[in-house]
């Protein structure tokens, strides 16, 4: 009697447990084999799987279920010399982890002597995969799959497929077995340097007409981070007292990264030094480095532009050159400047003031039709005896607003020629604190062109 029993049973809101038989009808000395399927609907589900009965040996299982995809297991179950042809039922607990429960089905296999089997044979096929659990994406990945045809048929329609969430894993692959014969099928790839970090699902399937006739496993390949040193690239372009550098950096992680790039540089080219995105400076172990912080995405890349411009010395070099010329070619040939030589105190007060009016041609050619005005606040009067030696005021004049005017009269000033003009002023009060003294200008002529140049102002302070 042959008996086929599919049981699929809801065990709850949250998942799905279902069990196919492919083989359940074997000899002494061949394996029952079934296939369970495990579904998680609302989160990611632990099984483990095994028989307690003792007269049949079965591999524990342990699965792990995403709620994207549902996994599946092949069981094998083969009979032990306590066996003896017959129907027998097999228990088959499923254990949940998390929460804990506990699951029990029954399949039937069916026992029968040699003679009992019918000529026609059905394929049956023993696999294990052998694949790393992890890697990283700059590395080339390895699945080696040990296949054994388990009876008499000469299997020649035969095909291995590899389903995967990362799709270069993708892999249809024909297969010949003779009969009992065992081969290593080897599987090589070389994975997306960006492939991004995580858990990807890998599926392996035996297909005969394109028809599945086993699930041989389904594994989680872990891709690992890799964090390389970005790429760079780097041009220079020379101008007149200008460098320009392009520095193209490019990332090759599999994941965002932030990276620090450093450039040496020296103490007087920091001066002149500005870049796109804008630079840091740091000083470590005694050197300098211009730093960037630069945040690529996977296979992203990015340029950095840097400018060391030293056109500015050249320009203010110009610029001092030019104040220089102009000073010297527009500047007064005569100059003035007034001090005061000799202060006397009364009663804690300035009481008189000696001034000092300095004139000096410091032109190649005399100056002609020279005339000296300078003024005396009306705090104070000008006192007529002037030291020997100087040159008296020409004119003396009182102004309401402006006080006393004073007026020289040269001729003419020689070329590099000094002329000293002294006058003593005494205050109508003694002055408490300070006051202020305008300034003296000087009027002449040369090169038959007029000028007026002006000296300084002072500030008198008891």
Do not use: C
């Amino acid at each position: 009697m042959i008996l086929i029993l599919t049981s699929s049973v809801a065990l709850a809101a949250d998942y799905d447990i279902s069990i196919t038989p492919i083989r359940d009808r074997i000899t002494m000395t061949q394996q029952a084999q079934f296939l369970v399927t495990l579904k998680a609907f609302t989160k990611s589900e632990k099984f483990s799987i095994y028989s307690p009965d003792v007269e049949w040996s079965m591999p524990p299982e342990t699965v792990k279920v995403f709620p994207t995809a549902p996994e599946s297991i092949k069981l094998l179950i083969t009979p032990t010399k306590y066996i003896v042809p017959g129907q027998y039922g097999i228990t088959i607990n499923v254990r949940r982890e998390d929460p804990e429960e506990l699951i029990q089905e029954t399949v039937f296999v069916n026992v029968q002597t040699e003679s009992g089997i019918i000529s026609t044979y059905k394929p049956s096929i023993k696999a294990d995969v052998d694949m790393p659990v992890s890697i990283t994406p700059d590395r080339k990945l390895v699945i080696r799959i040990n296949i054994e045809n388990q009876n008499v048929l000469n299997l020649t329609d035969l095909a291995l497929r590899i389903d995967s969430d990362i799709e270069v894993l993708n892999t249809d692959r024909e297969v010949q077995l003779e009969p009992l014969e065992e081969k290593i099928v080897e599987f090589t790839y070389e994975l997306n340097p960006l492939q991004k970090p995580g858990d990807y699902r890998v599926s392996f399937e035996l297909l005969k007409e394109n028809q599945t006739i086993d699930t041989i496993s389904t594994r989680v390949l872990t891709v690992m981070e890799v964090r390389p040193v970005f790429e760079k690239e780097e041009t220079e372009k020379f101008s007149f007292l200008k460098l320009r550098k392009e520095l193209t950096l490019t990332s090759k992680s599999n994941s965002v990264d932030t990276q620090q790039i450093k450039l040496p540089v020296g103490v007087f080219e920091r001066l002149f030094l500005s870049s796109v995105p804008d630079e840091n400076f740091v000083k470590e172990d005694g050197k300098r480095f211009v730093v960037w912080d630069i945040e690529l995405e996977p296979g992203q890349s990015k340029t950095i532009f840097i400018t060391v411009n030293y056109r500015w010395i050249f320009y203010i070099l110009i610029f001092v050159i030019l104040v220089i010329v102009f000073y010297f070619k527009y500047k007064s040939p005569v100059i003035i400047k007034k001090e005061v030589a000799d202060v006397s105190l009364k009663e804690g007060g300035i009481s008189q003031i000696r001034m000092m009016v300095e004139l000096t041609n410091t032109s190649k050619k005399a100056v002609s039709d020279v005339a000296v005005v300078d003024y005396v606040p009306n705090i104070a009067d000008v006192e007529q005896k002037f030291v020997e030696g100087t040159l008296k005021p020409t004119k003396t004049l009182l102004h309401r607003e402006k006080g006393t005017i004073l007026r020289w009269e040269l001729p003419e000033l020689a070329p590099g020629e000094d002329r000293l003009l002294s006058y003593s002023i005494k205050s109508k009060l003694s002055i408490l604190g300070s006051f202020k003294l305008p300034r003296a200008k000087v009027r002449f002529k040369h090169n038959k062109k007029g000028y007026v140049s002006y000296s300084n102002s002072l500030g008198v302070n008891a």
